[in-house]
């Protein structure tokens, strides 16, 4: 019986001291951990989000989860499904979607990638070496070069701004139809058409897909950046979520100190590009008087 009563006494003083040193967890508002859906090229191609939370969390002691990562559809369900505190991915439909039905807040862009026109080394339309994608389609166009329409999201967006943008409404034999295997086929379907098509930089530069010979052509256009944002999970729909830590890390992405790191990462693997793009200096001054 002393035996029990002591052993309880100990239990009561040491349990209390271990659980106050205890993380907290992301089920509680304020937790130290936070839980993130993030978009694949960039947890697991180029490393930069791997980089990014290290720095975040030896500034401020969270600590940085992926719960999920991949394409956007998945991120996009983990997020509706409360299983993330912040999502991160390519802007578009889907993301405004997000804040539209109450399951994500606070949609700020944080950094980009941009697009590039590829195409046969032969070059038929002479579009080599230009730095305006839009009057290169132009050219593609008056040539009637073939021209492959990819069903990719973000570069097929990007293309229909640019053939907007010269008031050309592309049709005729020249101007394909994608009828490729998908994404890792992309250029090899064009490849074998002796076509030019929009595509990103980075999956060729970093060898995610083969380039078939193909070459970039077009490249250096400021308008041929594609945006990636940051949102958090609402509290009202989401009570546990981690709020304060979601707000610290989307804060973070938009500090002028990641910032300037975003502008020279990658560069000696990407061609002397970086893999990702700063976005305006109002935005990052914005960011840091609204915290």
């Known amino acids: 019986m002393i035996a029990r009563l002591v052993l309880f006494l100990v239990l009561a003083t040491v349990c209390p001291v271990f659980a106050a040193e205890a993380p907290m967890s992301s089920d509680a508002p304020g937790g130290r951990i936070v839980r993130c859906a993030v978009i694949g090229g960039m947890s697991m191609t180029t490393g930069l989000w791997e980089e990014i939370t290290r720095m975040f969390e030896a500034d401020t002691g969270y600590k940085v989860v992926v ?3 991949g394409q956007r559809p998945k991120l996009a369900e983990s997020l509706r499904k409360g299983e993330v505190d912040l999502l991160t991915m390519h802007s578009g439909d889907i993301t405004t979607d997000q804040v539209a039905d109450g399951f994500g807040v606070n949609m700020r862009p944080w950094t980009r990638n941009d697009l590039v026109i590829v195409g046969p080394a032969s070059d038929p339309a002479k579009i080599a070496g230009m730095t305006d ?21 973000g570069a097929r967006e990007l293309s229909h701004t640019l053939w907007k943008r010269v008031g050309i409404h592309p049709q005729g034999k020249w101007y394909l139809k994608d009828e490729s295997g998908g994404h890792l086929d992309f250029i ?25 010979n193909m070459k970039i052509l077009v490249e250096r256009d400021p308008t041929m950046k ?46 002397g590009f970086p893999f990702f793009y700063p976005v305006s200096p109002m935005a990052i001054k914005y960011a840091s008087q609204n915290q």
Do not use: C, W
């Open 67 to 69: 719960v999920s990562a």
């Open 188 to 212: 090899g379907f064009a490849a074998r058409h002796n076509a030019y098509l929009v595509f990103g930089r980075m999956p060729i530069t970093m060898g995610k897909v083969s380039s078939h």
């Open 133 to 153: 994608g839009a009057e290169a389609l132009k050219k593609i166009a008056k040539a009637q070069a073939n021209f492959v329409d990819i069903q990719d999201i």
């Open 226 to 271: 594609r945006p990636y944002i940051v949102m958090e999970a609402n509290p009202l729909m989401f009570p546990k979520a981690n709020v304060k830590g979601a707000r610290a890390l989307s804060n973070y992405l938009l500090s002028e100190k990641i910032q300037k790191f975003i502008a020279d990462y990658g560069k000696d693997k990407n061609g």
